[in-house]
């Protein structure tokens, strides 16, 4: 086969053979081809699109570009859960602990931050000697023991993802479905879980703008699971507005204990319960969404998921008095108020320009391989819906230095919409895809 024909058919709007598929990805791991011709082909792929036939060519070639965990076969049932990407998404710090505390296995690897969102591994990273880099055989003991292990993503596993993601990071590639899709299924099937959870987030801060479009994408993850045996159910959530009120790897990993001890914002503890409650109805541990709901809150009543948390962290060699001590956690040395610049409503909050902001903070990686600053990031003082006097508390910066709040501070307040009116609230359940469908929307709730 030639890589300038299989681009050539894609441009042209030609549907791909498995084996085209199958043998460019291959000839790109082993370097036959090109970095620019794996580009050519994102581009065309952008543009054209790709049937579901393809789609799964292309998940099943990623996938075989490396080894394979299957967790399945050590242990079953064992779940995972995948968000699509957000600001303020701490849910996979909380959903974890308290599904692996209401009896349900979790293997879970997860990714660094990319662009404007947050990624799990670096907010887990600011957790004291936490290792996260566990070879197969530590991560499947880890989960048999604990119930929980939290990893980085390991590169043996779907290493065609890692090659095609940062070539995709650079040129403009990243928001094309049948590229997320195939992109995150190959990195789920090669750990091998019995049930998937996806988190598919809609709106600003997320890379699916529109719910059609994330709708789009949800069943096209789904098709790939079910028909590859595991049971998966995309959840779709709105990114219209952060999730919570910290954005900042510290900062998140504390709140993700305040939503374990029951005193975390109301709209991320709403999605958590909802996370663990659908996967213990998927895995048959809940007998139905209001039994999983009321088991999710028994696990964090009696502590149970705050324990699991600490007892994880600690047998993956972190500081666990960091969990039941947020204030041991890093600290930034600046922290810097600024009230509302004037009187009204929060109508809107880019999550997009506020993620930005505390990346730039050092909270995220401006270039490939930038140091993380654990302790710098934002707290969000009020969210949309919510009416301030002019110079009432908006949000507070934790920074390294007075210069960089005045670096971020014009562009952080550009994120903000005001209004006279009050806003209408997208909800921030939008229903879901897959074998544990909801029918209904419930409403949005305030932090
Ligand atoms: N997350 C991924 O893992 N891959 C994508 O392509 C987008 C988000």
Redesign the pocket.
Known sequence: MNAVEVIRHKRDGKALSAEEIAWFVTAYTHGDVTDYQMAAFCMAVVWRGMTREETVALTLAMLHSGEELHARDVLTPVADKHS??GVGDKVTLAVAPLVAACGLPIAKMS?RG?GHTGGTVDKLESISGLRTELGRDEFLALVKRHGLALSAQSSELAPADGMM?AL?DVTAT?DSIP??AA??MS?KLAVGPSHLLLDVKVGSGA?MKTETAARRLARAMVQIGEDAGVRTVAALSSMEQPLGRAVGNALEVAEAVDILRGTGPADVTELCLHETATLLVMAGIADGEPDGHARAERAVRDGSGLAKLAEVVAAQGGDARQIEDTSLLPKAPVRVEIGAPQSGYITAMDAERIGMASVRLGAGRMHKGDPIDPAVGLVLLAKAGDWLDAGAPLVEVHARSEDDVQAIRDGLLGAYTWGDEAPALTPLLLGSVGRESRRTRKSATRS
């Open positions: 699509t990407g990714g990319l993601y995709r990243v590229l997320i992109s995150i990195k890379f």
